[in-house]
């Protein structure tokens, strides 16, 4: 069974850094192959996508987000990351990781990123 655990977040004042983490386990040996984004859910807004690596490495995102944030991946440690900087009060919300392989679909818990002056 496919599980996801988030990981890193936490307060930071507006212009500053944060990098989530995002651990993958029991995928037996198939996480090079999963499809791996981050969406995050603002209080009182619908969920959003945040940003996406392919399987190929291929990284896409929002257009809030440009240049800010960065997502990459280690296959070799399952795990996949968004680099956060120069934050926003707006980019205050819970962070969700999911993971596609096939029909396979698996989100984690969510961690709470609060951005604050």
């Known amino acids: 069974q496919v599980q996801l655990v988030e990981s890193g977040g936490g307060l930071v004042q507006p212009g500053g850094s944060l990098r989530l983490s995002c651990a993958a386990s029991?995928?037996?040996?198939?996480?090079?192959?999963?499809?791996m984004a981050w969406y995050r859910q603002a209080p009182g807004k619908q969920r959003e996508l945040v940003a996406i690596?392919?399987?190929?490495?291929?990284?896409n995102y929002a257009d809030s987000v440009k240049v800010r944030f960065t997502i990459s991946r280690d296959n070799a440690k399952n795990t996949v990351y968004l680099q956060m900087n120069s934050v926003k009060p707006e980019d205050t919300a819970v962070y969700y990781c999911?993971?596609?392989?096939?029909?396979?679909?698996?989100w984690g818990q969510g961690t709470l990123v609060t951005v604050f002056s």
């Open positions: 999911t993971g596609r392989l096939g029909t396979l679909e698996v």
């Open positions: 029991g995928t037996a040996g198939r996480f090079y192959a999963m499809g």
């Open positions: 690596v392919t399987s190929g490495e291929s990284t």
